[in-house]
């Protein structure tokens, strides 16, 4: 699931067709020429470009006050503003079934309590009636996804969370760039945003994420615990008027800072952003258009006016389909193309089903729609001759 791409198929030389890849990263010359530029320079880990990287990400999302701060994952940045909202033992964190475990598992790391909660089939994202009726007086946080790529409904979440007294931290690692009512996600009116720029995301530092809050004592708090819980990071340390070997621990702090050569892709990566958020689009509507006609659930659109950053083209079968999910799958893969699942919701994976003791009784939205969905591949570097090739096997298998 995690594969950044397939391989050709070895040995298929009657074929004579190469695999094509659930997903596939969109470097051009830019990035190349950004990290060799980084490799020249002489700093490597954290400095220059990756402050660039922030500042650059700030001003993408276009609105004063905001504070981004780059680090070596999504998974560290949800960690990051967790910790920094105080959340510990004895706390619960409400968050959907139907996601990455990493949307989840920070919450464990920081020794609080998971609440998972359903799914609105209509959009497969969070259910702001689930959540609202999953709090308990040890809720302190909500933690939607913007699951696909389309955002998670907001408004309702926002208010759930200020009538409650929670906190609101969106898991955005699908959600560049997104509108929710016209605004991008990032400069909504939660606590804390945070971005994935995994290899297979929208755009891509190899690993890497950015926390964006516009909360200044949330990010001070983030930029210390980023690195060792040191009161500087390393490109302060080095640059400051104060003596350049000073620092104070103020805190047992992570090691979750963004390297300079990551950061110089994510410098040339975020430029494209806008254009590859078209070129998905494109390529999702030629789907919707090619697929109208067959048993299936395309995926859920975003509100009119809105943008959806097409992270995943999600189909589910519908219930007269002839065929199951896995056999659908595995024609997909006979045919050379890959595809995925998203997600194996979270109350089937063993830890959080003995954990918490989980049926799917308990999310019957999550778990019709995980046995009848798969992901198709969408991604940049798709030719229209890849597109067409994806839909006449799609058509093949369901007639
Ligand atoms: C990819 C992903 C993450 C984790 O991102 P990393 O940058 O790999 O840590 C978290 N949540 C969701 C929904 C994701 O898809």
Known sequence: MRAESGSDTPGAMTEARTFLPFALPDIGDEEIAEVVDTLKSGWVTTGPKAQRFEADFSAFLGEPGLHAIAVNSATAGLHLALEALGIGPGDEVITTTHTFT??????RYLGADVRLVDIDAATLNIDPAAVEAA?????RAIVPVHYAGLAADMPAILDIARRHGLKVVEDAAHALPTTCAGRLVGTLDSDATVFSFYANKTITT?????????DAALARRARVMRLHGMNRDAFDRYTAKAPSWYYEVVAPGFKYNLTDIAAALGLQQLKKARA???TRARIAALYDAAFADLPLLRPPQPRSGDMHAWHLYVLRLADG???????????????????????????LHPYWRER????PSQF???QKAYERMLSLPLYTRMSDADVQRVVAAVRVILK
């Open 135 to 139: 709090i308990t007086p040890r809720s």
């Open 206 to 214: 190899g690993e890497g994420g950015m926390l964006v809050t516009r």
């Open 364 to 366: 019957p939205q999550s």
């Open 356 to 359: 918490y003791a989980l049926k």
């Open 102 to 107: 990493a949307t989840a598992e920070v919450v």
């Open 276 to 278: 590859f958020q078209h």
């Open 321 to 347: 389909a002839s065929i199951e999910r896995d056999r659908f799958i595995e024609r997909l893969f006979d045919a050379g193309i890959g595809c995925s699942v998203h997600y194996i919701p979270l109350h």
